[in-house]
Structure formats: C-alpha cells, structure tokens
C-alpha cells in the first residue's frame, strides 16, 4: 500500500488533501503544528480531522525563533471587523506567520 504524510492544519485545503489521499487508497500519516500559536481551534480540527478519517498523527511542537504575529505574541491585538478593502490592501496582516 502506498503511504502520504500530510501536512494538517485542519483547514480546509490540508484536510482535502488528506480525503484525496485517502479516496486514492494511500496509507495516512498526519503532522501537525503546535507552533505557540494563541488559539488551538486549529488543532482541534486536525484531531477531529484524523480521529473521523482513522488516520494516526503526530504534533511536533515548536518555537519560532523569529517570533511572528499577532496569532503567536499575546501582547499584540488581533485584528477584528476589517473591510474587504482593507483586507485587499498591501499591508501583511499581523495574524501572519511566517514559514
């Protein structure tokens, strides 16, 4: 049987490459990320995501030497209620991560 790791973030785009995946038969092996991120709804979903599809995962914990946003340092607020426009502007977002 052929194998996949896969990379979860239990977003949309990383739990359809697992179902596609699994829809092509390969065996399933899941990573995910505990990168100090402030809120765990995302690994929540990545669990629930392996649990419901029977795929055993792993979550690799770990610190970003760089820092990062808003997502990552409780100091900084997370933006709330922005417009499409300001959303569509060229500014990076403080929720952004790097890597």
């Not at 990168?35 to 669990?47: I, N, T």
């Not at 820092?67 to 060229?90: D, F, H, T, V, Y």
Request: include cysteine; proline fraction near 6%; aromatic fraction near 10%.
């Amino acid at each position: 049987m052929k194998k996949a790791i896969v990379l979860l973030s239990g977003g949309l785009d990383s739990a359809t490459c697992l179902y596609w995946a699994k829809s092509k038969k390969y065996k399933t092996f899941a990573l995910l990320f505990d990168y100090g991120q402030r809120h765990k709804r995302e690994l929540r979903s990545a669990r629930s995501l392996c649990e419901i599809s029977r795929t055993p995962f792993q979550i690799i914990h770990f610190t970003l030497p760089w820092g990062g946003g808003s997502l990552i340092n409780k100091e900084e607020s997370l933006p709330k209620c922005r417009s499409p426009r300001q959303m569509a502007g060229k500014e990076i977002p403080s929720t952004y991560v790097p890597a």
